[in-house]
């Protein structure tokens, strides 16, 4: 239980800056299906015997640069492309992962996480990768922003677009790697998503929606955490059903501001 | 009056030796082709050379020249589709040209005023911070060019709750911002309101007059950017016709893209504004005479 708590509060920081970076540039489908693929990079773990975290990794990586290599070609909208992937993504990780007989896999674990089963090299995974995330995140928080601001406009000004994005996505494939133990791969990117838009009607500038969709994240690992001790729910739908109840209350709070 | 400022501004029409109306007849192209392909103009701020590219098959631009001087107010024209903001992309460099070159001046700096500003209702963001983001400008001169905009008054307020004119004089203020002697604005005008374009125009011919900086401003429009231009050029994926307003208008390259009507109404707004005020409010000819002079500045500062 402690080492679920802790494991879900790391997340839950290292996930804000991402989450809030997945929603400025309207990334949400694109993260989605990345995440969705993640289950193949399981499957390849577990066929070569590599860590299961580095092979969700590597697929989530190369899945995203063929999604931008995708996104080149105008002749379907990325959306469309998205929405087919996505699902294909899913069920060749599925297959994939049933067909590998040995060892065993708990499919379910990998869709929607197994928080209380959190080892202790997970910890690590969380706490090391995750600090190094934060730090990539600080150290390219001015290109990261302007980009998402109006990617035209921060091009022609100079940043380096190509170079930052590869960054960006790096960095959200290493988040989904290591969030899948807590979430699965279905419920990760409402694990980033969710609380950056509960924190958006309330936030005057990028930085306080990072803070806020932090603190929203922490309160819901912990709300959701002690629903799932005493409901005996599942951890990880737990905490992301609690995200989505803040954010329903957020939203429609904006709502009604937005009405007088 | 064509040979005046042919001899007055050595530019892509200059180059070739003859009025710089340059039809869209073969020949005068293939001239235009010989003589300047070769040549950038180096007291230009950017000079373009047999520009061309090509997506799935198509020619989006066609062997065009261009070059915009300091202190000179250059229009493009040309209907949708034409390549505008494709050429703009190239000059910004922010897409390669198949073909031809671009040469940019040591000392260039770009202001640049993108064609669709959607403010994504997604970023929280004040003004205040828009500008100074990535710049890390200090305050007095961020709230000296909000002012130099009309813009003072938003300086607090979330990019949002800003109308489609106050968020386009706010992201000029951020080209303006990194003291450009080029300022580029592709259609400004969008999802602004008659008034406002106006308004709009008379600000980017005051800042232009204040500052010096040359001036590259896309539009569909023609009533409106001709009167302040110094120099317009009729796109379509190739250079059709270029000149002052009122030359390029009676051109037959011109009429037959956009018609007799256009070419009538510009007449008709040219008789409103036979003259300008500066900013000290001293009255100026316009057209012509403004030409020349740009033309002559650029010339003294090279």
Not at chain 1, 104 to 114: A, N, R, S
Not at chain 2, 51 to 67: A, T
Not at chain 2, 158 to 173: D, I, K, N, P
Not at chain 2, 245 to 269: K, N, S
Request: contains cysteine; glycine residues 10%; charged residues 20%.
């Amino acid at each position: 239980m402690v080492r679920a708590l802790v494991a879900g509060l790391g997340l839950a920081i290292v996930a804000a800056p991402l989450g809030c970076f997945v929603v400025w540039q309207r990334m949400a489908y694109f993260g989605e299906t990345v995440a969705q693929a993640g289950l193949i990079g399981v499957a390849l773990g577990l066929a070569l015997q590599m860590n299961l975290t580095l092979g969700v990794m590597l697929i989530a990586i190369i899945i995203a640069c063929l999604l931008l290599w995708f996104s080149r070609q105008k002749a379907v909208a990325l959306d469309s492309i998205l929405g087919l992937l996505h699902h294909a993504a899913l069920a060749a990780g599925v297959i994939a992962v049933s067909m590998i007989g040995w060892p065993p896999v708990d499919l379910m674990g990998f869709l929607f996480g197994d928080v209380f089963a959190i080892a202790r090299e997970d910890l690590v995974w969380i706490f090391a990768g995750g600090a190094v995330v934060l730090a990539v995140v600080a150290w390219l928080w001015q290109p990261l922003l302007r980009l998402a601001i109006h990617e035209e406009l921060a091009a022609a000004e100079g940043v380096d677009r190509d170079r930052v994005r590869a960054v960006f996505i790096i960095l959200l494939a290493v988040v989904i790697a290591v969030a899948m133990k807590i979430v699965g791969i279905l419920l990760v990117m409402a694990f980033l998503v969710v609380p950056a838009v509960a924190a958006r009607p309330l936030a005057g500038t990028p930085e306080r929606m990072v803070v806020l969709t932090a603190l929203i994240a922490v309160g819901s690992v912990i709300t959701g955490l002690w629903l799932s001790a005493t409901l005996d729910s599942p951890g990880g739908p737990s905490i992301v059903i609690v995200m989505s109840i803040v954010a329903g209350i957020s939203l429609t709070m904006a709502a009604l501001k937005g009405r007088q | 009056m064509a040979e005046r400022e042919g001899r007055k501004s050595p530019g892509a029409e200059g180059a070739h030796g003859h009025s710089h109306v340059q039809g869209d007849d073969r020949s005068c192209r293939s001239v235009a082709r010989q003589k300047s392909n070769t040549r950038f103009d180096p007291n230009s701020l950017i000079s373009a050379r047999g520009l061309g590219i090509s997506r799935d098959g198509r020619d989006l631009l066609i062997d065009v020249d261009l070059d915009i001087r300091e202190g000179e107010i250059v229009t493009l024209i040309g209907p949708n589709g034409a390549g505008k903001t494709t050429l703009v992309r190239v000059l910004l460099g922010l897409e390669k040209p198949d073909r031809g070159e671009v040469h940019r001046r040591n000392d260039l700096r770009i202001g640049y005023v993108p064609q669709r500003f959607d403010v994504d209702s997604v970023i929280p963001l004040t003004v205040e911070r828009f500008l100074r983001i990535g710049g890390n400008e200090p305050p007095e001169r961020i709230s000296s060019i909000l002012s130099d905009v009309d813009a003072s008054y938003t300086c607090e307020q979330q990019l949002t709750e800003l109308s489609g004119g106050e968020l386009q004089r706010v992201v000029l203020a951020r080209a303006l911002l990194r003291a450009p002697n080029l300022l580029v604005l592709d259609e400004p005008v969008q999802g602004v309101d008659y008034t406002g374009e106006a308004e709009l125009y008379n600000l980017i011919g005051r800042l232009r007059d204040h500052h010096g900086f040359g001036v590259l401003l896309v539009s569909h429009d023609l009533h409106i950017v001709m009167a302040k231009s110094d120099r317009v050029i009729c796109l379509n994926r190739h250079v059709c016709c270029s000149g002052v307003p009122d030359t390029v208008a009676q051109h037959p390259a011109y009429v037959r893209l956009f018609g007799a009507q256009a070419a009538r109404a510009l007449a008709v707004y040219r008789h409103h504004h036979d003259h300008s005020h500066d900013i000290a409010g001293h009255t100026h000819p316009a057209h012509d005479s403004a030409g020349e002079d740009s033309g002559a500045e650029g010339g003294s500062r090279a």
